[in-house]
C-alpha cells in the first residue's frame, strides 16, 4: 500500500476518534451550520455509543448474512443441492430488492420495535453480495484442481474445507466486505423504529433543521464505512497470505 | 497387477467405454492410446472410481475395487493429470504431503517422504519445499504432481496425459524419470497418452481404443507386426512403422561379433538412432560400445534393416 494512502486512512481514523470521544471541541466547526442559536453538537446522546451501537448492529446482520449466504452458496454447488439453485437466487434477490425501510415496516409488527427489525432489514439486505461471491469462488475452482482433489482421495467433505473453500475465500471476503459496506449505510434507516444508531442523529437534525446535526450524523457514517472497508480490505490480504502460508 | 474385466460406462444411451478387458501385469507399464473421445480417460478413471463403471469390474492385486469406499481406494491409487492440478494455495512440501496426510502419517515421516521425493526428482528441498506451486516452471511442476502420485507409495499409478503440456525435450526427460521411478519403486503404471512415441516408449503393453472398444492389447512390436485391423495399423503410423519397429531393438541387442571402422554408438541407443547415424555419415556400419567405453561387436546397415520388417 503507498505510503500517501495509508497516513491518509490513519489520518482519517484519528479524526473520527478525535470527534467520537471529544465532540464540543469540534463545535465551532459546525456553529455556522446553525441557526437561532441551536446546539452545534449533537445533545440527545452520547455519539461515541451511538456510532458503536450501528457498527455492532451492522457486524451481527453481517455474520448472520454470511453464515447463510456462505451455506446456501456451499449447498447449491453440492450436486444433491444444484436443484435449488434457482430458489436460492430468488430468495436472496428478493433479500436485495425488497427495500429495507418495507422489511422494517413488515417486520416491526411481528417482532416489535427496537434492534429486531433492523437486523432483519440488514440481514436480508446484506445477502446478495456474499451468495453471489460465494458462488463464483466455488464455481471458478480450476476443475484440474478439484479432479487432483477427489482422485488423491479426499473425502467431498475434506475436498470442500481444505480446497474448494480456501481457493474461494478471496472472493467471499470481498463479498462480506461489500455487505458491510453497503449495510453501515443502511443501518441509519433502524432509527426509524427506535433502534439505537446514528440515524437518530441525522432524524433529530431533520425534525429540528438543523444541519450540523444531518451532516454529522451522515459524516460519521461514511468514515465508519471507509475505514471498514479498509480495514476488512488490510485483514483479508492478511489472511490470505497466511492461507497461502498455512 | 490391473485386471480390468468387461468394464462399461453408459452415459444415457451413448456407450463411452464398451467391455474392455484387459490385465497389467504387476510392475509393469501398459500405455492407453486412442482417437480423441475413443473412452481412454474414462476407462483410466473407472479404475481408481472417479467414474463408477456401468457394469464389470476392477481387480487390483485380486480385490475388487468395489470392496471399499472410494475415497479411500484412491489413497492407494496414485493418480496424475495433464495440467498437474497442484493446489494453488498450499507450497510445493504440502502438495506432496496430501496422501500421507489423509493416511494420518506421523509429521517426521512425512517430512523425509516429501525431501526424498523433492531429492529424487531434482528438486532442492531447501528451495522449492516452501515455494508455491505457481512459482516454479511448466517442468517443475509437473514433477511436483508426479511426486504427489508417488508420496504414499502407491502400488498403482494412474496418469492421464501426464506429460501433454511440456515442450519435447522436457517431455524427453520427464519420460526417462518415470522409467527410472517405475524400476526404482516397482509400481504398476497405467498411462494414456495422444503420443503414440510415447507409447512404444514407455509401454511394455499398448492398448489401442477406438468408439469405447479396446481394438487390440499386445507388445509394441505385435502391433507394428500383427495389426488387429487397419484402425489400428493406421493409429500405430503406416508410415513410421519399420522406423518405429527399429527404435524398440537397442544397439546392444542387435550388435554382431566383428568389427568396425565406423562411427561409435552406444549400446543403449536404438537402432533407428543407429541408422539415422550411418545415413549421416555415409558409413555401412557401426561400432556398438558399452557405457564403459568396451567393445561390443558392430551393426551392419543390413543387419538393422533386416529387424525393420516383420
Ligand atoms: N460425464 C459425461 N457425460 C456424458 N458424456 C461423457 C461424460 N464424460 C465423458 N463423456 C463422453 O465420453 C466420451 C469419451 O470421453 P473420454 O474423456 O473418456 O475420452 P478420451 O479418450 O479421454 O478423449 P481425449 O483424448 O480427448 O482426452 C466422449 O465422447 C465424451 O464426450
Ligand atoms: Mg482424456
Excluded at chain 2, 70 to 84: D, F, M, P, T
Excluded at chain 2, 175 to 187: C, H, K, N, S, Y
Excluded at chain 2, 255 to 262: I, K, M, N
Aim: net charge positive.
Amino acid at each position: 500500500m503507498p505510503r500517501a494512502a495509508t497516513l491518509l486512512r490513519l489520518a482519517a481514523l484519528a479524526l473520527l476518534l478525535a470527534f467520537l470521544l471529544w465532540p464540543q471541541s469540534f463545535a465551532p466547526l459546525f456553529t455556522p451550520l446553525t441557526q437561532y442559536g441551536a446546539p452545534p453538537i449533537y445533545d440527545q446522546g452520547n455519539l461515541l455509543s451511538l456510532a458503536l451501537a450501528q457498527l455492532g448492529t451492522v457486524c451481527l446482520a453481517a455474520a448472520a448474512s454470511t453464515v447463510v449466504a456462505v451455506g446456501l452458496g456451499i449447498l447449491v454447488t453440492r450436486p444433491s443441492g444444484a436443484q435449488f439453485l434457482p430458489l436460492s437466487r430468488t430468495l436472496v434477490n428478493v433479500g436485495q430488492t425488497f427495500p429495507p425501510v418495507a422489511v422494517l415496516a413488515v417486520a416491526v409488527p411481528l417482532v416489535g420495535f427496537g434492534e429486531k427489525p433492523t437486523l432483519i432489514a440488514l440481514f436480508a439486505y446484506g445477502l446478495l453480495p456474499i451468495f453471489e461471491n460465494t458462488l463464483v469462488g466455488l464455481k471458478t475452482c480450476p476443475p484440474a484442481v478439484l479432479e487432483a482433489a477427489s482422485g488423491m482421495g479426499m473425502s467431498a467433505r475434506q475436498r470442500l474445507l481444505s480446497v474448494e473453500l480456501p481457493l474461494a475465500m478471496p472472493l467471499i471476503l470481498e463479498g462480506v466486505r461489500l455487505s458491510l459496506v453497503i449495510n453501515v449505510g443502511t443501518a441509519t434507516i433502524g432509527s426509524t423504529v427506535a433502534a439505537k444508531g446514528l440515524g437518530e442523529v441525522i432524524i433529530a437534525g431533520l425534525l429540528s433543521s438543523n444541519t450540523a446535526f444531518i451532516l454529522q450524523g451522515g459524516l460519521v457514517t461514511g468514515l465508519m464505512a471507509i475505514l471498514l472497508y479498509d480495514g476488512m480490505a488490510a485483514l483479508e490480504r492478511r489472511l490470505l497470505r497466511q492461507v497461502a502460508l498455512d | 497387477m490391473i485386471r480390468v474385466e468387461k468394464l462399461s460406462k453408459r452415459y444415457a444411451d451413448t456407450t463411452v467405454v464398451d467391455e474392455v478387458s484387459f490385465a497389467v501385469e504387476r510392475g509393469s507399464i501398459a500405455v492407453i492410446v486412442g482417437t480423441s473421445g475413443s473412452g481412454k480417460s474414462t476407462l483410466l478413471r473407472m479404475i481408481n472410481r472417479l467414474v463408477e463403471p456401468s457394469a464389470g469390474r476392477v481387480l487390483i492385486d485380486g480385490h475388487d475395487t468395489r470392496s471399499e469406499p472410494a475415497h479411500l481406494l484412491r489413497r492407494r491409487i496414485g493418480y496424475v493429470i495433464q495440467g498437474n492440478g497442484l493446489f494453488p494455495h498450499r507450497t510445493v512440501a504440502e502438495n506432496i504431503a496430501t496422501v500421507p496426510r489423509l493416511l494420518g502419517w506421523d509429521a517426521r515421516r512425512t517430512a523425509a517422504r516429501v525431501a526424498e521425493l523433492l531429492t529424487l526428482f531434482g528438486l532442492d528441498p531447501g528451495t522449492y519445499a516452501n515455494a508455491l506451486p505457481q512459482q516454479l516452471s511448466g517442468g517443475q511442476q509437473q514433477r511436483v504432481g508426479v511426486a504427489r502420485a508417488l508420496a504414499a507409495e502407491p502400488l498403482v499409478l494412474l496418469m492421464d496425459e501426464p506429460f501433454g503440456a511440456l515442450d519435447p525435450i522436457i517431455r524427453a526427460k520427464a519420460q526417462e524419470d518415470l522409467l527410472a521411478i517405475q524400476r526404482r519403486f516397482g509400481m504398476t503404471v497405467l498411462l494414456v497418452t495422444h503420443d503414440m512415441d510415447e507409447a512404444f516408449r514407455l509401454g511394455s503393453r499398448v492398448a489401442v481404443m477406438s468408439g469405447g472398444k479396446l481394438l487390440q492389447y499386445d507388445r509394441p512390436a505385435a502391433l507394428l507386426t500383427h495389426p488387429a485391423d487397419g484402425f489400428v495399423a493406421r493409429m500405430t503410423g503406416l508410415a513410421e512403422r519399420a522406423l518405429r519397429l527399429l527404435s524398440l531393438i537397442t544397439a546392444g541387442e542387435a550388435a554382431a561379433p566383428g568389427v568396425s571402422d565406423g562411427p561409435a554408438v552406444a549400446a543403449t541407443a536404438t537402432l533407428r538412432e543407429v541408422l539415422s547415424e550411418l545415413v549421416w555419415s555415409g558409413a555401412d556400419s557401426a561400432r556398438v560400445v558399452g557405457a564403459d567405453g568396451t567393445p561390443r561387436g558392430r551393426l551392419t546397415l543390413a543387419a538393422i534393416l533386416a529387424r525393420g520388417t516383420p
